[in-house]
Structure formats: C-alpha cells, structure tokens
C-alpha cells in the first residue's frame, strides 16, 4: 500500500494525542463559561480560537478573552488548565511506532495548533524512555508559529519548500477530510484517520522493544 513513499506527514490533535472535547467543555462549565461549545463551534463567534492557532494573539491574551465569559473570580491559570483538559495524552503504542517508522521513512508533524496546547503536550506525552520531542520527528510544523493553517494550500506549500520534499511519495494523515483534500490536490498521498482507527497498524514496521 505504500510503495514508494518516503516520508510521512503526521497531524497531531486526534491522530498523535487523543483529543476529549466534552471533557474540555465541562470542565470550563465549572468555570460558568456555560456556552462555551456553542461558541467554541460557532464559526462567526470563535475567531479569538482561530487567532490563537494562528499565533495572532498570545496566551495572555487568549485566557483574558475566555476569563471574561467565566465567573469573575476565575484567574487566567484556571483558563489556560480548562483549555488543556481537551488534550488527553498519547498512547505509548504510538510513540513506539513513531520511533520505529523513523527507521524507514522521514517522519514531519503537521498541526493547527496553539502555544498552550503544544507546551503542555511537548512536556508531558513525549517524554518516554529517555526520548524527546526531536527524537520523534524531522521537522514540527505548527499553525502558531507558521501562522498559517491547514486546510488553506500555502501551509502545505511552505512545508515543500522548506524541506524539498516531493508530494508523490508523502503520506499525509489527518483526521479531517478537508485538509486530506487539500493535501490530496497537491500530489499528496492521503489517509484519513478515523474515530477510534488505530493508524498504527497501516505500517507492518516492527516496533522497537522499549
């Protein structure tokens, strides 16, 4: 099935970390932020969400936004704790086969994420085994710092040009059809993970016996 293909293009939230966006709504309920899901999904009403991803506004600026709709006593810390509840960790079978695909393909991260979600997640669910972060991927590509975003083309764009890497033999996998589309019409090859697939098993690589 992957034939030819020589790097691999890995999206984070919900194909790496596992994501448990009621439980990042109930615990900002408790902060009385009542109608945060409806304004987290609401695309005319969330774009202090996408600035975030986009690197357009600091976590300073993001936690005062979202503290004004939470009772008053709430502090920016309680904001940004509420905010990483949605992250729930990375199973240790995907960093074990994280480090053993880098055997036999370049492995990138590709990510709309936000600085507060990839600082938590950076120091908390790669540190296994004496390993960090660098030894998971070639390169991180992430929305914050890029300010760019998937599904939009030019992120894919910059990601050819800075590492001269050829879309007809990447594998692309993400968890959200659009920006496997996109990909798709670039020259990528694709695949669409879905709820509860365990990627993993795409690739008969053996594990390393860590």
Not at 21 to 50: I, M, P, Q, S, Y
């Amino acid at each position: 099935m992957f034939d030819n293909i020589q790097n691999l293009i890995l999206d984070f939230g919900g194909v790496l970390v596992d994501l448990d966006r009621k439980k990042c709504t109930e615990a900002f309920h408790k902060l009385g932020f009542n109608d945060f899901e409806e304004v987290f999904n609401n695309n005319d009403t969330n774009a202090v969400f996408k600035q975030f991803e986009l690197g357009q506004i600091s976590s300073e600026q993001f936690c005062k936004t979202l503290k004004h709709h939470c009772n008053t006593n709430t502090t920016e810390q309680q904001v940004a704790e509420a905010w990483n509840t949605m992250l729930t960790g990375i199973p240790r079978q995907r960093l074990r086969k994280l480090l053993a695909l880098r055997d036999s393909y370049v492995v990138y991260l590709l990510s709309n994420t936000n600085v507060l979600h990839w600082n938590h997640s950076s120091a908390n669910y790669f540190n296994y085994h004496g390993f960090s972060i660098d030894d998971y991927f070639e390169e991180l590509f992430l929305s914050f710092q890029m300010r760019q975003m998937k599904p939009d083309p030019g992120i894919y764009h910059s990601i050819i040009a800075r590492t001269g890497i050829m879309p007809f033999n990447t594998l692309y996998l993400d968890d959200i059809k659009e920006n496997c589309d996109t990909a798709a019409k670039l020259g990528f090859k694709t695949h669409l993970v879905t709820p509860d697939e365990d990627w993993t098993e795409l690739f008969s690589d053996p594990e390393p016996t860590y």
